[in-house]
Every structure is written in C-alpha cells, then in structure tokens.
C-alpha cells in the first residue's frame, strides 16, 4: 500500500525559504512519477512541480525559478525547496504519486489526474 507522509509546512514572512519533504513508503523504487500540488482556500488545485525518475523534471510558471522539486531514492523522501515566498504562495501542499502502468513511458506533469495516490498535506502560510 503506497503512503505519503508530507511535512515541513510553516508560517513564514515573504521572501523567506522552507523545505517540505514528503516520506515515501509502499511505492516504486525504479520508475516514478511525482508531484507536488497545492490548494488555496477558495481557489483550485494547482500542481507547482513534478519529476520522475529520469529526474526530468516540470513547473508552473507562478513557482519556476523560485521552487525546485527533488528526489532523494535512498531515502525514498521527495522534496519541495521553496525559495522567495510570496504571501500568494500561502496553500496546503500535498505530495502525489502516480501509479506506473507502463515502464517504457513515465509520464511527468502537473495535473493532478495524473496522481493515484495523495499525502495528507502540509500548510504553507507567507505573510507579507
């Protein structure tokens, strides 16, 4: 049975950094696909980054170049280093995991129908 455990959510003023890390348990060791999605009050679900085991790897514009997404294997943790917060960045922060049907194609994006199994969720508050 996969599990994800997410953890790292924190209140914090704008510009200031976190680290979420989302422990892994039950999944694919070899071939994966994951993702790190997020959800406002009042607002939709939006995914911010994704990688797979090719460590490509995928951003929505609003995070590029400010978060980067990472995968630590043998630890089986996935993390999310966000850099220079933004109050508009304030969501909960789930961790996601797609189930691997085919090992000649690993898929890699944000939506989040692309994701079989979800983590609880971290809250993010920036404060401006």
């Known amino acids: 049975q996969v599990r994800l455990v997410e953890s790292g959510g924190a209140s914090v003023q704008a510009g200031g950094s976190l680290r979420l890390s989302c422990t892994i348990s039950g999944y694919t060791d070899t071939y994966f696909s994951m993702g790190w999605l997020r959800q406002a009050p009042g607002k939709s679900r939006e995914g911010v980054a994704a990688i797979n085991n090719y460590d490509f790897t995928e951003y929505s514009e609003s995070v590029r170049g400010r978060f980067t997404i990472s995968h630590d294997n043998a630890k089986k943790i996935l993390y999310l280093q966000m850099d220079n917060l933004k109050p508009e960045d304030t969501a909960m922060y789930y961790c996601?995991?797609?189930?691997?049907?085919?090992?000649?194609?690993?898929?890699?994006?944000?939506?989040?129908?692309?994701?079989?199994?979800w983590g609880q969720g971290t809250q993010v508050t920036v404060s401006s």
């Open positions: 996601a995991a797609a189930q691997i049907h085919d090992t000649s194609y690993i898929p890699l994006g944000l939506e989040g129908w692309r994701y079989d199994y």
